[in-house]
């Protein structure tokens, strides 16, 4: 029985550092990650992708932005759901046209994905995720003013607007999903952490203002599609104790009690690694064989354990 693999792309699978975000740069940065990603599916694994969107979605921003005299603006869930499709679209298409390549009889679809969230998670009332460009201090405090949004200073860099980051409870197309898994689709799903909706008193489905982590909801979405292994790719190859010191140490293979303590003593920042610590970790404690936080050139010899941070249960480690 081949072994089922649900990949987390980072967002330097889609947009390089420095570049415009482009189609054609995007593409080129498409096709790259494909080549990589196809390599695992020649041997025999079945693969489910998910992927970041923040870069898309603040360009979306400034897009409404720019356009908000002439064309009505749209919330986050419809900023979401407009990436989703998209990126969707870029990689279904390059994974088609590789495939072909390869001589692979495999099909790739996407699934704009909604992922459901408590109307009462304590998110809602503190939100802080930064999302969309920055601007002075000034325009912040004017757009608070008009808008009733909240925004922070971030990193001196500037003023940035903040929205909600709940917890995913449910993924809303799960079945369909894993039907489409089951029947040997390269299936990519859930990106950008998926389009947040909760349900009103009669169970309807309705979107909301939030950004879900797209590696919490990766690992959501892994559980549901039965995922044996959950990887994390990322521009760096492993989880790094005292990161950027004289004193740092990248982590391999390790248990779900080594990585708790890790996590207890701070070594993970909250706005970096710290969500994809999480998610990793609460996949195999969920049941999940293993995590695996790795660089995406190295994504095949992380499955076979040679690279990248692995997390597994006390009992694997022995």
Same mark, same amino acid.
Request: some cysteine; proline content about 5%.
């Given at each position: 029985?081949?072994?089922?693999?649900?990949?987390?792309?980072?967002?330097?699978?889609?947009?390089?550092?420095?570049?415009?975000?482009?189609?054609?740069?995007?593409?080129?940065?498409?096709?790259?990650?494909?080549?990589?990603?196809?390599?695992?599916?020649?041997?025999?694994?079945?693969?489910?992708?998910?992927?970041?969107?923040?870069?898309?979605?603040?360009?979306?921003?400034?897009?409404n932005?720019?356009?908000?005299?002439?064309?009505?603006?749209?919330?986050?869930?419809?900023?979401?759901?407009?990436?989703?499709?998209?990126?969707?679209y870029?990689?279904?298409?390059?994974?088609?046209?590789?495939?072909?390549?390869r001589?692979?009889?495999?099909? +790739?679809?996407?699934?704009?994905?909604?992922v459901?969230?408590?109307?009462?998670?304590?998110?809602?009332?503190?939100?802080?995720?930064?999302?969309?460009?920055?601007?002075?201090?000034?325009?912040?405090?004017?757009?608070?003013?008009?808008?009733?949004?909240?925004?922070?200073?971030?990193?001196?860099?500037?003023?940035?607007?903040v929205?909600?980051?709940?917890?995913?409870?449910?993924?809303?197309?799960?079945?369909?999903?894993?039907?489409?898994?089951?029947?040997?689709?390269?299936v990519?799903?859930?990106?950008?952490?998926?389009?947040?909706?909760?349900?009103?008193?009669?169970?309807r489905?309705?979107?909301?203002?939030?950004?879900?982590?797209?590696?919490?909801?990766?690992?959501?979405?892994?559980?549901?599609?039965?995922?044996?292994?959950?990887?994390?790719?990322?521009?760096?190859?492993?989880?790094?104790?005292?990161?950027?010191?004289?004193?740092?140490?990248?982590?391999?293979?390790?248990?779900?009690?080594?990585?708790?303590?890790?996590?207890?003593?701070?070594?993970?920042? +909250?706005?970096?690694?710290?969500?994809?610590?999480?998610?990793?970790?609460?996949?195999?404690?969920?049941?999940?064989?293993?995590?695996?936080?790795?660089?995406?050139?190295?994504?095949? +010899?992380?499955?076979?354990?040679?690279?990248?941070?692995?997390?597994?249960?006390?009992?694997?480690?022995?």
């Amino acid at each position: 029985m081949s072994s089922r693999v649900l990949v987390a792309l980072g967002g330097n699978a889609i947009l390089q550092p420095g570049q415009k975000g482009t189609a054609v740069e995007q593409l080129a940065n498409i096709t790259h990650t494909v080549e990589q990603l196809l390599d695992i599916v020649e041997k025999g694994y079945e693969l489910v992708l998910t992927h970041g969107n923040g870069p898309q979605v603040g360009a979306i921003l400034i897009q409404n932005e720019m356009s908000r005299e002439q064309v009505p603006a749209m919330g986050l869930d419809f900023c979401g759901a407009e990436s989703q499709g998209f990126i969707g679209y870029m990689l279904c298409q390059v994974l088609h046209n590789e495939c072909m390549a390869r001589g692979l009889k495999k099909d +790739a679809v996407c699934v704009v994905t909604q992922v459901e969230v408590n109307p009462d998670d304590k998110a809602f009332s503190t939100p802080t995720k930064p999302v969309g460009p920055f601007y002075s201090q000034a325009e912040a405090e004017l757009r608070m003013a008009q808008r009733c949004e909240r925004w922070i200073e971030d990193a001196g860099r500037g003023w940035r607007k903040v929205v909600p980051s709940p917890e995913p409870k449910n993924v809303i197309e799960k079945e369909v999903i894993r039907e489409l898994v089951d029947r040997g689709f390269i299936v990519v799903a859930s990106g950008g952490g998926g389009i947040p909706v909760c349900r009103d008193a009669q169970g309807r489905l309705y979107g909301v203002e939030a950004v879900i982590d797209k590696d919490l909801a990766g690992e959501r979405l892994a559980q549901d599609v039965h995922a044996d292994t959950f990887v994390i790719l990322t521009d760096v190859p492993n989880a790094i104790l005292n990161y950027n010191t004289p004193h740092q140490m990248p982590l391999g293979k390790v248990t779900i009690e080594e990585m708790e303590k890790y996590v207890e003593e701070g070594h993970f920042r +909250a706005g970096s690694m710290g969500p994809k610590v999480q998610a990793a970790l609460r996949f195999v404690k969920d049941g999940g064989d293993r995590a695996i936080i790795a660089r995406l050139d190295q994504v095949l +010899a992380a499955l076979k354990g040679e690279a990248g941070t692995q997390i597994v249960s006390e009992a694997d480690q022995e």
